[in-house]
């Protein structure tokens, strides 16, 4: 009489093992796939060029100096300094486009953390942290671009060179994580 083959040992059995590792992989690939892609805008909104020309951050994202999230402009935000601007190019015209039909910029938000993440802007703005510090040298970019790399590792090194005295409050796992 045959002995029957261990259930591990079994051809289905490792050809489903293998499908749902494979489907567990492009999953995760095509995650972080997406999180560093730069989304598509609905206007090409150069950055280098608004923030070079020393236009302040929150002037656009005023929602930082107060709350977890910078926020986006709306359309009379930039209508309030490009319906004085003569020159006209296809970005602007959109903008007019946006504002004659009394509708929202649907802009696509670039720095998404995970749902299990609660990052609020305030306290690093209160702390003097510089914007460029987690989004970037936007001088050099000119549609904004998610930064590779921004994890929990990176927040917790950063939190970690404030110092001894503030590193038990900053590596406390509720801060982010409630």
């Given at each position: 009489m045959n002995k029957p083959l261990p259930l591990w040992m079994r051809p289905w059995v490792r050809i489903t093992f293998a499908v749902v590792v494979l489907i567990f992989l492009g999953a995760a690939a095509g995650g972080l796939y997406l999180t560093q892609t730069v989304p598509e805008q609905p206007i090409q909104f150069p950055h280098n060029f608004h923030v070079g020309s020393g236009i302040p951050c929150m002037y656009c994202h005023p929602g930082a100096?107060?709350?977890?999230?910078?926020?986006?402009?709306t359309t009379q935000k930039c209508l309030g300094c490009h319906q004085q601007v003569e020159k006209r190019t296809p970005e602007i015209e959109k903008l007019l486009n946006y504002a004659a039909n009394g509708q929202s910029i649907p802009w696509v938000p670039v720095a998404i953390q995970p749902d299990f993440v609660q990052f609020n802007h305030r306290p690093h703005v209160a702390a003097g942290v510089e914007c460029a510090t987690c989004h970037g040298d936007l001088t050099k970019m000119t549609v904004a671009e998610p930064q590779r790399g921004q994890n929990m590792g990176w927040?917790?090194?950063?939190?970690?060179?404030?110092?001894?005295?503030?590193?038990?409050?900053?590596?406390?796992?509720?801060?982010?994580?409630?």
């Amino acid at each position: 009489m045959n002995k029957p083959l261990p259930l591990w040992m079994r051809p289905w059995v490792r050809i489903t093992f293998a499908v749902v590792v494979l489907i567990f992989l492009g999953a995760a690939a095509g995650g972080l796939y997406l999180t560093q892609t730069v989304p598509e805008q609905p206007i090409q909104f150069p950055h280098n060029f608004h923030v070079g020309s020393g236009i302040p951050c929150m002037y656009c994202h005023p929602g930082a100096q107060w709350g977890p999230t910078a926020g986006l402009p709306t359309t009379q935000k930039c209508l309030g300094c490009h319906q004085q601007v003569e020159k006209r190019t296809p970005e602007i015209e959109k903008l007019l486009n946006y504002a004659a039909n009394g509708q929202s910029i649907p802009w696509v938000p670039v720095a998404i953390q995970p749902d299990f993440v609660q990052f609020n802007h305030r306290p690093h703005v209160a702390a003097g942290v510089e914007c460029a510090t987690c989004h970037g040298d936007l001088t050099k970019m000119t549609v904004a671009e998610p930064q590779r790399g921004q994890n929990m590792g990176w927040c917790l090194e950063c939190h970690q060179k404030q110092g001894p005295e503030k590193w038990e409050r900053l590596s406390d796992c509720a801060l982010c994580h409630y």
